[in-house]
């Protein structure tokens, strides 16, 4: 059986037919062809699947398409500018070799904004402690802790 | 995951007459155990009957001596509720601590009670601060919620729309986590109540969470750590698994009572 | 004049796609007509199949095709192959039983695949894939490999006796055995090396059609070596001609060696995209990867170390029992022996060392090349036995090693390798340096005032990389070679493409190599393109894993450099009208010497596409050359790595207060990049010491870290942050000087860390993982242990 579900992608407008059973992360990857988003895990662990719900980082693998009728989503393809200049956590990202295979990038990335959004000058300690949600195999984290403190500084 | 029926439900009443009308209808809070079983073809509900539109499961109040959470009310929310935080301080952080912050985004105190996985920590808050469970029928008080592993008293089509947390005098949550999953491996909640009464709630250590009188007791005469340093738990009956084997659970369990009441008294 | 980008933390060029969404792994991959397919896997650890029955399944909506064990037979289908023959110390080949790409009779493990749906959408897959009703007689089953060698125990395969795959030894036993008579102290140890789930966070992947028109097949795979994964493929599983297939390893999100070998996934989607003429995409669930991937490690080690009274090492006796599981997958014999025992010589002049192996099947996963493979296990047993054998005999542990280093180069191991170079005291002087080990004795008072243990451990590891001189290779039973392929495609306005065989999936190549074109070409980075992964553009490849990228990938784009700047010596001869012996070549200027007459790297490149005024009674126009390279001898990065730690006795929770990394890589292309292997390979090392171990019930062979849930993956809480430095002497056998740097982290970090918590709990060992409950339960034997 289909439903309809229609909310609002990166700003943009987005509805579709879906079985009810359609996963968010599904949604958006195989619906929405927004292929940034990823799978790492099946028991909401890993938080490949992070996105925006609301202003909310929430790990689309574990939510229902049907829960986020009506809502905002973004995505890590919608967190750059128009003009194509990076968020500041992605470029932290970049400048501090954040990110080796890239798999877990966009959660971390989603994650990370989600994480200054609360604690906007955290010390190492809290972003290791707040990054539990994400796992990382390539970069052992050093380098992420690094990125979001850099992005924490840059937004001070 | 296997097909179902998505449907919405506006109230606490729709809700409960939605449920009644499918047999196999499952209530949706925040999803966040209901739809990680479902992908693993764990269930297999007919209906699920989402509740994220019942207002009148939201909403969170804070009187001069309880704190009422509304059943809908996310981890995050009680976390960061000025109210809460100044209420009951360790019922906040007790909200902050659980799963991740993405989970916490989503997931819901009755989504969780009604869980009542044995290693999850809302249960811990609601045994040891003495709360009482409200239903679309009745009020269940804590000691006589928790029945079993993810068993409680809620009747077939029974639904928590809230619970109540009487303000403390102090308490403080200690959790050991499991290295795995996060979860608690051994959780332990010690409250001293208004009247002065003392509860120790443990969830992570056996099958559901209980309360240990032995060290209620001698926190009553007493509440410094001192008072259940000594204390030890038999390891009969709790939980053994590769994390953990039932002996190093029991110590534990001392050793986060003992951190939680100097907690408290912090 | 060009920017020298060589030694430069240029930031990656791939980093733009991966920050934005924009990578293209192999699941974002959908075809038209695209179908989707789903394994039936073994519920049980060892059983016979009695019947599968389709009917219901076939039924279900959506099925487009299902295949069984029995198919695959009707289609004569081979088995996996194993690339490497282990020839055992009784002179017979090793016991190779067959490794059917699904089950036809019995399945013995849990997840071996028993059947494949092909469905519409994978919901339908996964709704037929429960209709799949298979009838298995249960066997016993046996998970430990100790004990799969024990008389009585449950056969896995009739082809392998009392379940071993060989028993192989590798050095002089009588001379060991003389040594120890003669020794003044022996120190004896007994080890696991626990079992190691890969995880990469990209699952594996596959997504492959067929085409009518030119009967020929596509297959996008997550893979490390797309030229391998066809090869292999095609010469000995499906009978495939290998031009016919293409192999594309597209954004590939993590290795780590588990995504080196041929899985039968692959091979099954393959065939049956022909079967049902559609494209047939295969994404791995997490679950499925704990079941399916190849695990890594899984040793039970017995170890002697001989020395002389003032601690000088006689002889080193090693004895190590390894865990195949139930087939040999693709690099699986190799491991415990030719890329272990090989190492056991570690940083030091033991004259003798003896190592026999055995290894044996059993009811698990597969075993196979982890990150590090082998030399992690090797290392793990030379500096847990080192650190213990001074703390024995009281001298310091840096002292002990001191003692004991090899100072003089090459130097040739009693176990074959021989080392061409290294500075150990070097790398030890400056980690002792950075990691204040001076200062450690007064913060570990500290931490005995607030009630906690501390503890300071080393390891001085040594690696061998740039796998490998197929000769070696070859006389130690690779069935394959070992070299790398390379081309440099200079376009006609001098701009650069580079056809690698190495693959990157996390490495950083497309930037790395690229500095190294740019550099030697005196062109700027813009105009180089590397192009990977891909076996229609890339002439051959070997793939990446060993850490032999940059160090054999490399060697081969360097020596197809030569060759173009050969060439362009020559065309710019013609032009200058000089002799080819006068030109020079530099900055990107073909100069005549000692003039100021010269013509650009891209004037050149015009000239060559353009051949108006070209010598063509010598050269052919354009200019685009390849090479092979295989290398003469293996890479040695070594190192010092420093762990300091605090234990909560009360709790046994443990916390890494500093971890100092000083490794010799050689020469350093890009510092950042290898700063981020250093870390990463780090983690996974301290993963495997603190966090993580895949554990299989003994009873019933159930996998019981089979989610994150309770496989207990490394997160960012559980680690520090890293100091790392490099002291580099410059390897002797390539033209970069390099070593390689992507397993350094994972082989010498776990013997560190796990010196360090034996020095804090003042015990002689325990094993691996350093769970907070094993901590605990050390502590309280010691604590009976000193009652008693």
Known sequence: MTVKVSLTVNGKPAAAEVEERTLLVSFIRETLRLTGTHVGCDTAQCGACTIHMDGQAVKSCNILAMQAEGKSITTIEGIASADGTLHPMQEAFRQNHGLQCGFCTPGMVMSAIDMLRHYPHPDEATIRAELDGNLCRCTGYHNIVKAIQAASQASA | MYPFEYQTASSVADAASRLAAHGDAKLLAGGQTMIASMKLRLAQPSHLIDLAGAADMRGIQVSATEVTLGAMSRHAEVARSAAVQKAIPVLAKLAGGIGDRMVRNMGTIGGSVANNDPAADYPAAVLGLNATVRTNKRSIAADDFFLGMYETALAEGEIITSFSFPIPRRGAYMKFKNPASRYALVGVLVAQLADGSVRVAVTGAGPVVFRVPEMEKALTAQFAPEAVAGIKIPADGLNADIHAQADYRAHLITVMAKRAVAAALA | ?788
Not at chain 3, 182 to 204: D, S, Y
Not at chain 3, 272 to 291: G, M
Not at chain 3, 481 to 507: N, Y
Request: hydrophobic share 40%; with cysteine; glycine share 10%.
């Open chain 3, 1 to 788: 004049m060009a920017t020298p980008y060589i030694g430069v933390p240029v930031q990656r060029r791939e980093d733009l796609r991966f920050l934005t969404g924009a990578g293209n792994y192999t699941d974002d991959l959908t075809l038209p007509h695209q179908t989707h397919a789903v394994f039936v896997r073994s519920p049980h650890a060892h059983a016979r199949i009695r019947s599968i029955k389709l009917e219901r399944a076939r039924a279900a909506a959506g099925v487009v095709g299902i295949f069984t064990g029995a198919d695959v037979a009707a289609a004569k289908i081979n088995g996996l192959p194993c690339g490497w023959l282990i020839t055992g110390n009784d002179g017979k080949p090793m016991n190779e039983p067959a490794h059917p790409i699904l089950a036809l009779d019995t399945v013995r493990h849990a997840g071996d695949g028993v059947a494949v749906v092909i469905a519409e959408t994978l919901a339908q897959a996964r709704d037929a894939a429960e209709q799949v009703e298979v009838d298995y007689e249960v066997l016993p089953a046996v998970v430990d490999a100790v004990a799969a060698l024990a008389p009585g125990a449950p056969l896995l395969h009739e082809g392998a006796p009392g379940n071993r795959c060989y028993t192989w030894d590798i050095g002089d036993k009588a001379g060991v055995d003389a040594a120890f008579a003669r020794a003044a102290h022996v120190t004896t140890l007994e080890f696991v090396n626990n079992r190691l789930i890969p995880n990469a966070i990209e699952p594996r992947a596959v997504n492959a059609s067929y085409s009518r028109a030119d009967d020929s097949y596509t297959l996008y795979v997550a893979n490390q070596n797309p030229h391998v994964e066809r090869l292999l493929m095609c010469a000995f599983v499906l009978g495939l001609p290998e031009h016919k297939v293409r192999v594309v390893a597209p954004d590939v999100g993590g290795g780590f060696g588990s995504k080196i070998y041929l899985y039968a996934e692959d091979v099954v989607l393959t065939w049956a995209s022909r079967q049902v003429n559609r494209p047939i995409k295969w994404t791995a669930d997490r679950s499925e990867s704990f079941l399916s991937d190849a695990h890594g490690r899984d040793h039970h080690t017995k170890a002697q170390l001989a020395l002389d009274k003032d601690g000088q090492f006689l002889a080193l006796r090693v004895n190590t029992t390894a865990n195949l599981g139930a087939y040999l997958s693709t690099f699986a014999s190799a491991v415990p022996t030719i890329l272990y025992a090989t190492l056991l010589a570690g940083q030091y002049a033991t004259p003798v060392i003896h190592c026999e192996v055995t290894a044996a099947f059993t009811n698990t996963a597969p075993v196979d090349a982890y990150r590090g493979a082998g030399r992690p296990e090797a290392t793990y047993v030379v500096e847990r036995m080192v650190e213990t054998a001074a703390r024995e005999m009281g001298i310091d542990p840096a002292a002990i090693r001191r003692r004991n280093f090899i100072r003089s180069f090459p130097y040739q191991t009693p176990v074959a390798l021989m080392y061409d170079i290294g500075d150990y005291e070097a790398t030890l002087d400056r980690a002792i340096e950075l990691a204040d080990v001076a200062g450690f004795a007064t913060r570990r008072s500290q931490s005995q005032a607030r009630g906690k243990l501390r503890g300071l451990g080393y390891a001085c590891y040594i690696e061998a990389c740039g796998i490998a001189p197929s000769s070696v290779a070859g006389a130690l039973g690779a069935r394959a070679g070992l070299f790398e392929a390379g081309e440099v495609r200079v376009h006609p306005t001098g701009k650069v493409t580079v056809f690698t065989g190495s693959h990157s999936h996390g490495q950083g190549h497309e930037t790395s190599f690229a500095q190294v074109v740019a550099d030697r070409l005196g062109i700027s980075m813009d105009d180089v393109e590397i192009v990977h992964g891909d076996t229609s553009k890339v002439l051959f490849g070997m793939g990446t894993y060993g850490s032999r990228s940059l160090a054999v990938g490399g060697t081969a784009i360097i020596k197809a450099l030569d060759k173009v700047v050969a060439k362009g010596k020559k065309i710019a001869a013609h032009l200058l009208e000089a002799a080819e012996t006068d030109i020079e070549f530099a900055d990107g200027q073909f100069k005549v010497a000692g003039t100021d007459r010269s013509k650009a790297f891209a004037e050149i490149a015009l000239t060559a596409y353009v051949p108006h005024n070209f010598p063509h009674d010598k050269l052919e126009p354009g200019l685009n050359e390849n090479a092979f390279y295989d290398p003469s001898n293996f890479t040695f990065p070594a190192g010092t790595y420093i762990c300091e730690v605090e234990v909560d006795p009360e709790t046994g929770a443990v916390n890494i207060e500093r971890f100092v990394a000083v490794d010799d890589f050689g020469n350093i292309i890009n510092p950042m990049i290898v700063e981020g292997q250093v870390h990463g390979g780090l983690v996974q090392g301290l993963g495997q010491a603190l966090n993580e171990c895949g554990v299989y019930d003994s009873a019933s062979g159930q996998l019981t870290t089979g989610t994150f849930m309770d496989y207990c993956m490394p997160r960012a809480d559980d680690m520090p942050s890293f100091k790392v430095a490099t002291h580099g002497t410059a390897c002797t056998h390539n033209p970069l000087g390099v070593k390689g740097c992507g397993e350094a982290g994972a082989i010498g970090s776990p013997p560190a860390l796990m010196n360090a918590l034996t020095d804090a709990l003042g015990v002689a060992d325990f094993a691996m993982p350093a769970t907070p409950q094993r901590i605990w339960a050390t502590l309280q034997s010691k604590q009976q242990r000193k009652a008693a």
